[in-house]
Nanobody, 124 residues
Framework: QLQLVESGGGLVQPGGSLRLSCAASGFTLNYSAIGWFRQAPGKEREGVSC????????NYADSVKGRFTISREHAKNTVYLQMNSLKAEDTAVYYCALVRTVQSMCILMPTGSWGQGTQVTVSS
């Protein structure tokens, strides 16, 4: 069964850091652009960041630029989201998903199914 599995969430104080991981079960991520999305309570799911198939290009939502970094490690079939300088408004369930590309640039439009997500809570 093809499945994406997110991990690495937790409780962190404002200003802290977390690194999320997105791994694949049953297929390889290495041929796809991958994105991270998040959904806070009572809000719609929003795109956070994406990375192209090769890792050569990335895209970030304005709200996380300069604080979050997306990367991928083909040898481990994993995509990461390094989150620094976390704020209370970053609190959400974070999901990864395959995303669309336009001329090799990833865009924050998901395709396929969602994993179970990983909870990130930023609170003192």
């Amino acid at each position: 069964q093809l499945q994406l599995v997110e991990s690495g969430g937790g409780l962190v104080q404002p200003g802290g850091s977390l690194r999320l991981s997105c791994a694949a079960s049953g297929f390889t991520l290495n041929y796809s652009a991958i994105g991270w999305f998040r959904q806070a309570p009572g809000k719609e799911r929003e795109g956070v960041s994406c990375i192209s198939r090769t890792g050569g290009t990335t895209n970030y939502a304005d709200s996380v630029k300069g604080r979050f970094t997306i990367s991928r490690e083909h040898a481990k079939n994993t995509v990461y989201l390094q989150m620094n300088s976390l704020k209370a408004e970053d609190t959400a369930v974070y999901y990864c998903a395959l995303v669309r590309t336009v001329q090799s640039m990833c865009i924050l439009m998901p395709t396929g199914s969602w994993g179970q997500g990983t909870q990130v809570t930023v609170s003192s």
